[in-house]
């Protein structure tokens, strides 16, 4: 079963690594000159961060690409290889500019991340799915020489005025298309990396950071959180090696938090909780807290969030109430051999 393909229209732009000009991609940057395709390049905690506009802003239906199984809002699909097109501003060739290999889609969702206001992003920015950044490929503007046919002049069955392509066609001019752009998009060599693009200043963290790494972001982190609740006025105990579901412990004129940090390279929200933390946020919902803790490495921007329930689905409040992340629960499996 080859992999799973999909084919987003996006506006124009030379690197695609922060606020700038933009054409085409359809009448909303026709009309506001911006899109939030704008940083579907820039590299983010090892990650870039794809968006595309779509209708009524319904996100990507999964079930169009794998029918076989059932897709709930948010879930989540791997391995999608995601190709980028864009009209070039002289002459109106519809051309592939990049790609994102091996991608995590999410299904009719966006998702939400922190922007960058010293480097002019948006204070939101919406992606609905992402990829490491090294097998996020931008190709310069002179190899951008791949044209994708345009429906309405082309045929039914090639990308039309809808923004997302998913690639299905009982047309054999469509399947041979698709062959030659998977083949192009298997073999070519002429783009960027993500982490290598010219237009970035420094590279990005790898999908697999070094041990060494990881262990600064933690301890980044913890001391970012414990500086945070002394400056409080809390007393804390670290009782990480203790394996109890927390890291720290917290006190101040009878109150007792129980608080789990979660360390991040960027500004973007993404971690994991064990199935012990995960136990124990239920059990201890009252004390328990989560820390999130952004840039770590730079600016140890430190957020609390409390456990929340809603009809048996979890989440965590932020403190202040300004934000909200959502826990999706996963199950997973080991195999062995029998005897």
Same mark, same amino acid.
């Given at each position: 079963m080859p992999i799973r393909l999909l084919v987003?229209?996006?506006?124009?732009?030379?690197?695609?690594?922060?606020?700038?000009?933009?054409?085409?991609g359809g009448a909303h940057i026709e009309e506001h000159g911006e899109g939030g395709e704008m940083w579907n390049f820039r590299v983010e905690g090892g990650r870039c961060y794809g968006y595309v506009m779509t209708r009524h802003f319904a996100g990507v239906d999964?079930?169009?690409?794998?029918?076989?199984?059932?897709?709930?809002?948010?879930?989540?699909?791997?391995?999608?290889?995601?190709?980028?097109?864009?009209?070039?501003?002289?002459?109106?060739? @519809?051309?592939?500019? !990049? #790609?994102?290999?091996?991608?995590?889609v999410f299904h009719k969702k966006y998702r939400?991340?922190?922007?960058?206001?010293?480097?002019?992003?948006?204070d939101r920015l919406d992606y609905l799915c992402q990829v490491d950044a090294d097998r996020a490929v931008l190709l310069p503007e002179d190899l951008r020489t791949f044209e994708v046919p345009y429906a309405p002049v082309n045929g039914k069955g090639f990308p039309g005025q809808s923004n997302v392509w998913y690639p299905h066609s009982d047309s054999i001019k469509v399947a041979n298309f698709v062959a030659k752009l998977r083949k192009y998009v298997a073999s070519s060599q002429k783009g960027h990396s993500a982490t290598k693009t010219p237009? @970035?200043?420094?590279? !990005? #963290?790898?999908?697999?950071p070094d041990k060494d790494r990881v262990i600064q972001i933690e301890l980044a982190a913890i001391s970012a959180t414990s500086?945070?609740?002394?400056?409080?006025?809390?007393?804390?105990?670290?009782?990480?090696?203790?394996?109890r579901g927390w890291d720290l412990e917290v006190s101040k004129n009878g109150e007792y938090l129980l608080i789990e940090v979660k360390g991040h390279i960027g500004n973007v929200?993404?971690?994991e909780l064990?199935?012990?933390?995960?136990?124990?946020?239920?059990?201890?919902?009252?004390?328990?807290?989560?820390?999130?803790?952004?840039?770590?490495?730079?600016?140890?921007?430190?957020?609390?969030?409390?456990?929340?329930?809603?009809?048996?689905?979890?989440?965590?409040?932020?403190?202040?109430?300004?934000?909200?992340?959502?826990?999706?629960?996963?199950?997973?499996?080991?195999?062995?051999?029998?005897e």
């Open positions: 987003f229209r996006v506006g124009y732009m030379p690197a695609y690594d922060g606020a700038g000009p933009i054409s085409g999964l079930s169009r690409i794998a029918p076989d199984d059932q897709w709930s809002t948010n879930d989540e699909l791997d391995d999608v290889d995601i190709v980028f097109i864009a009209k070039k501003p002289s002459g109106g060739r @519809q051309v592939v500019v !990049g #790609w994102y290999r091996g991608a995590t939400k991340r922190r922007g960058k206001k010293r480097l002019g992003d948006w237009t @970035q200043k420094k590279a !990005g #963290w790898s999908a697999a500086a945070y609740f002394e400056k409080e006025g809390y007393k804390v105990i670290s009782v990480e090696k203790d394996n929200i993404q971690f064990t199935p012990n933390e995960y136990a124990q946020l239920q059990i201890n919902r009252k004390s328990y807290r989560v820390c999130v803790v952004r840039n770590a490495l730079e600016n140890s921007d430190v957020e609390v969030y409390m456990p929340a329930e809603n009809n048996g689905a979890w989440s965590l409040v932020q403190h202040s109430g300004k934000g909200c992340i959502q826990l999706t629960e996963k199950i997973a499996a080991r195999a062995f051999e029998d």
